[in-house]
């Protein structure tokens, strides 16, 4: 790729919007290829589906311009952007290598108010260690068997009527202590077939026999 100007025999950088142009060298041009794919699943003016290109296409000093501009591009749009690079396979064929002339970076706040992360204050794997929140205190839950040692978690407490037998009302299913009266067995029924054959506590006013 020359650094100035085309090679002898190269195509125009506006052949690209002619598509007979683009048949002839998409077979032999990686450039035209793309231009040729784009014209297979895109209809319309070509200027019109691919602005940028059709830009590309009308710069009169040949491809070595067009080559260092669209090095620049990849570099701001995809080399640039950490959400872009994050998902390249780096390998054997594209690897990850630091740059010694690099600045190094800013510290972040986190970092310079707690400090850098070191093995002696980050606990073990599998270890259980670490800083325990202020309210997990080590507590006696009730019903716990003889010789197990209490586990930490939130203070107990106990219902005012969660009582047993003469120390308080027994506490039925639903968590709600039963001091009422019973429900009542059965409910009052009318006449079969008419507004009054139903429940006497649901009747509405204007349901009248």
Request: net charge positive; charged share 15%; aromatic share 10%.
């Amino acid at each position: 790729m020359p650094l100035e100007g085309s090679v002898p025999g190269a195509p125009r950088p506006s052949d690209v919007t002619k598509p007979a142009q683009v048949e002839l060298y998409r077979g032999s041009n990686m450039y035209f290829s793309a231009i040729g794919f784009i014209n297979d699943v895109k209809k319309g003016p070509f200027w019109e589906h691919s602005p940028i290109l059709f830009d590309v296409s009308g710069i009169k000093d040949g491809w070595g311009k067009i080559n260092k501009g669209m090095i620049k591009m990849f570099n701001a749009e995809v080399l640039s952007k950490f959400p872009v690079v994050q998902h390249f396979p780096f390998g054997s064929l594209f690897s990850w290598d630091l740059d010694p002339e690099a600045a190094a970076p800013a510290t972040s706040v986190h970092v310079a108010t707690y400090g850098q992360a070191t093995t002696s204050n980050v606990p073990a794997a599998g270890s259980g260690s670490g800083t325990a929140a202020p309210w997990a205190q080590a507590t006696r839950m009730p019903g716990r068997p003889a010789g197990v040692p209490p586990g930490p978690g939130i203070p107990y407490s106990r219902a005012p009527w969660a009582g047993t037998g003469s120390s308080g009302p027994t506490m039925p299913r639903g968590g709600v202590p039963d001091t009422g009266p019973p429900p009542p067995a059965s409910f009052p029924r009318g006449t079969p077939g008419t507004a009054s054959n139903q429940f006497s506590v649901t009747k509405a006013p204007w349901a009248s026999s």
